[in-house]
């Protein structure tokens, strides 16, 4: 379902407390309806998935917890409130896929990564589990032993 990553696509965003606190699943590309000052806003980067989540509501997905500053040139009559829910623009049938994994076993969906595709803003969407303590830990020591694999490499390398 879902697509590789464009070499054009700029990231805006990314949530990187996901990748850490969670076990990708799945990822699906989706659309977020915006407002002007919104779009302008993330253009200048002032956006924050902070503790936002997203929820499957009759036949729509709801972005909820996702902050996007007011824009600054906006003025305070036209500008958007901050903390709206705001809708997410997917295919039918894999909206009905997410829902039904959400609810047999238990997964949810948060908001990975907003980035622009084109002209477009776009959010990826993932399918995942929560990870408990000790994969957490089992993580950070990956990264440790990367860490130290690379600098090692870079030394010899320097060496020779």
Do not use: W
């Not at 302008?40 to 902070?50: T, Y």
């Amino acid at each position: 379902m879902s697509k590789k990553n464009n070499t054009t696509d700029r990231n805006i965003l990314i949530n990187k407390k996901a990748a850490f606190d969670y076990e990708f699943v799945e990822k699906i590309e989706c659309g977020i309806v915006l407002e002007g000052t919104e779009v302008k806003s993330l253009r200048e980067g002032r956006a924050s998935f902070g503790s936002s989540y997203i929820k499957i509501q009759g036949n729509r997905m709801i972005l909820m917890g996702f902050t996007i500053q007011p824009y600054s040139l906006g003025g305070s009559v036209f500008n958007h409130a901050p903390m709206r829910e705001r809708y997410l623009l997917i295919k039918k049938q894999e909206m009905k896929h997410l829902r039904r994994k959400v609810e047999e076993k238990g997964m949810t969906i948060i908001p990975y990564r907003l980035y622009f595709k084109e002209n477009l803003i776009k959010l990826e969407v993932c399918l995942c589990k929560g990870r408990d303590y000790s994969g957490k830990k089992q993580l950070l020591k990956e990264r440790d032993i990367q860490r130290d694999a690379q600098r090692e490499i870079k030394n010899i390398k320097r060496l020779s």
